[in-house]
């Protein structure tokens, strides 16, 4: 069976997409059909090796609640939600391909739907949500810093961090540089009973008041496959961090390993909102091998 897709990505994390938005009663020549096991096809299409490459397939269809909706599946073939860069690419597609006329509109997903607004022919602005902290699953405002900080031991080193959550529990640690090992120093913090139950880790170096880098970590699932797609999660919550602890204001730009996104996060309904790139890689087909029987 061939299949059209579409490879975009933001920031390096990349996907393929395939276009289900009927937009005639009749199915368009190599749109995949209704009933094809997307989770096989993840395996296969995302591949890196023997099929297109990439961290997440997306399905664009018609929504029951908006006009579009986008289902993601990961690399082990799991549907999963839609990261961020996911969102923004897919915001870009449905508004230059005439899927939806309004700039500012939102994506059904899997649960709920994701607020965009496609800002200019390359940036697209996502509602990443409200911040809360993962152990007393309470909305963040800004307080004091002491409020929010956590320590552990590790080894024999004391280790301070700020927990914040989006969705999924995050272990924000600023440091001075990134002259050291991070991804082992990330392992060994993650192997701390306190994370028992998965935790990412994101490591912030405050350049100025409107300037972060950060460099992440994302726990291994148990399939050793390591999730992807986490950057831009990790950076909304190192906003936050940063903001209780005096060091950044509320807009501010990160720099991630894949490039740089700007964070706005608002006083008023207490959101935090990420603008970055979603952009065209290549079109292709994809000749996928249905499962006989």
Known sequence: MEIDFLKMQGGGDDLVVLDRFLRGESQRENEAPADL????????????????????????????????????????????????????????????????????????????AARVTVIDSVNVRVDMGMPFSPDQAAEIREKPAASFTRGILVGDRSVSYTPVSLGTPRAILFVDNFDFPVARTARRIAAHPDFAEGVGIGFVQVCDRENLRIRTWEAPRREGIAAKGGDCDCAAAAVVASVVHGFTDRECFAQLAGGTVFLQWDEGDNRIYLTGPGLYVFTGTYDFEEAKG
């Not at 990439?54 to 599946?73: I, Q, T």
């Open 37 to 112: 096991d997307f989770a096989r096809l993840a395996l296969s299409i995302l591949d890196r090796f023997t099929g297109v490459g990439g961290n997440s397939l997306v399905v664009l269809g018609r929504g029951g609640k908006e006009r579009l909706s986008a289902r993601g599946f990961d690399a082990a073939g799991r549907e999963a939600p839609l990261s961020s860069a996911g969102l923004r690419c897919v915001a870009r597609y449905a508004s230059d391909s005439g899927i939806v006329s309004e700039g500012d509109f939102r994506i059904e997903t899997t649960g709920n």
